[in-house]
């Protein structure tokens, strides 16, 4: 169980329910991590008094440095301050709550620490999955998820002997803002309609994936790497209620779900308190008031990521972490209003088509592949608009 974190990400969704479970559980926090969010870190570091607090950007970090003087906090930027949060010795589990590529340095540093990884970042395992889960055997870390399907799939299988007992892994998908949509129908879905997601409060960036069923494709590759299954044996189904977050189905036909409320705090209790369960202040689910559990196919003809995602899944190699760092800046000029809802899958397609990939990659060529799709996707972006 866990007695001490480090937490990447604090500023966000995910890293504030993270110390509202820390502050619920009594634990220690060693390191607060955001990027340039100067007034709520300093909240976060005078409240939990952790021994190093970094914010990536260096102009917020200067300003933070001066505003904890005061304290014991040690405040640091960049990667450097990114790599000393996640292999601080005082912590025991580091839990990675940012968004995106920046997630995996720091992750394999820590795993090379023997720590607990509470993974809430996908991008490691969508990118790296393979480097990253070679390091966790060699070096005798641990991961346990913390997105709620995963998290799911992983208290379903505590009872399992074997992963030849399992015939698939079923991650649910609540279908996000525009479920019933055509394409052509969501060629003109503005941002703010992107982000009203119908049960779950998250970051922008993990809306909008989760509008353009570009987050369930990730969470069907980090599936794969996360318990070393192939494409066959994962997929996924619409559940608009959100109410079972993922399922199991075994060789005898038996299916194993985990059913809660759409609350993120459940999954990040039991990561940290794994393999025990602690006590929750949180309302259970009350089964009598529950809606009808409803599930369905996703479109792929209408959610192309989706699609593209599963292919990438198939190729293995570079493909997926060029898909990632297309999806990424894609978004992100989505989030900006530079581009329509219809261009993001349309650039990641673009993307992996120009974007020279390699079977077997090491570290540097993840992260070269993830470069080249940013430019990629950038380059046609201003060609758009020029």
């Not at 894609?330 to 900006?336: M, R």
Request: aromatic residues 4%.
């Amino acid at each position: 169980m866990t007695r001490t974190v480090a937490l990447l990400g604090s500023t966000g969704s995910i890293g504030r329910q993270t110390l509202e479970v820390a502050r619920e559980l009594g634990l220690k926090v060693a390191a607060l991590t955001a990027n340039r969010s100067v007034d709520l870190i300093e909240r976060q570091a005078r409240e939990f008094s952790p021994r190093l607090a970094v914010l990536y950007d260096e102009t917020a970090a200067s300003e933070l440095r001066k505003r904890l003087a005061d304290t014991k906090t040690e405040v640091m930027s960049g990667m450097e301050g990114l790599l000393a949060a996640a292999t601080i010795d005082e912590a025991d589990t580091l839990v990675t709550a940012v968004v995106g590529m920046i997630g995996l340095e720091p992750t394999l540093a820590a795993i090379e620490k023997k720590k607990r990884i509470a993974l809430a970042n996908k991008e490691t395992l969508v990118c790296a999955g393979e480097l990253v889960m070679d390091a966790v055997d060699r070096c005798g870390a641990e991961i346990v998820p913390v997105d709620s399907e995963h998290s799911a799939i992983f208290q379903c299988l505590q009872g399992c002997r074997g992963r030849g007992e399992i015939k698939r892994l079923i991650l649910t998908c609540s279908g996000g803002p525009f479920y019933g949509l055509s394409y052509e129908e969501l060629a003109g879905k503005t941002r703010a309609d992107a982000l009203r997601h119908p049960n779950w409060s998250m970051g922008a960036k993990i809306t909008v994936d989760s509008a353009t069923l570009m987050n369930k494709g990730l969470e069907i590759i980090e599936a794969m790497r996360l318990y070393r299954l192939p494409l066959s044996q994962v997929d996924a189904v619409i559940h608009r209620q959100s109410i079972v977050h993922s399922l199991v189905e075994f060789r005898d036909g038996a299916l194993l779900a985990q059913l809660g409320t759409p609350d993120m705090k459940l999954p990040i209790r039991y990561a940290m308190t794994y393999p025990y369960r602690a006590q929750s202040p949180a309302e259970p689910l009350d089964l009598l008031a529950c809606p009808p559990l409803t599930f369905a196919a996703p479109d792929e003809g209408a959610f192309r990521c989706l699609r593209i995602a599963k292919r990438c899944a198939g190729a293995g190699g570079t493909a997926c972490a060029v898909m990632n760092g297309a999806n990424e800046e894609a978004v992100g000029a989505f989030l900006a209003e530079r581009i329509g809802f219809n261009d993001i899958p349309a650039l990641v397609e673009t993307a992996l088509s120009e974007t020279a990939q390699v079977s077997a990659p090491a570290l540097a060529d993840i992260l070269e592949a993830d470069r080249a799709a940013r430019e990629s996707v950038r380059r046609h972006i201003k060609e758009c608009r020029g």
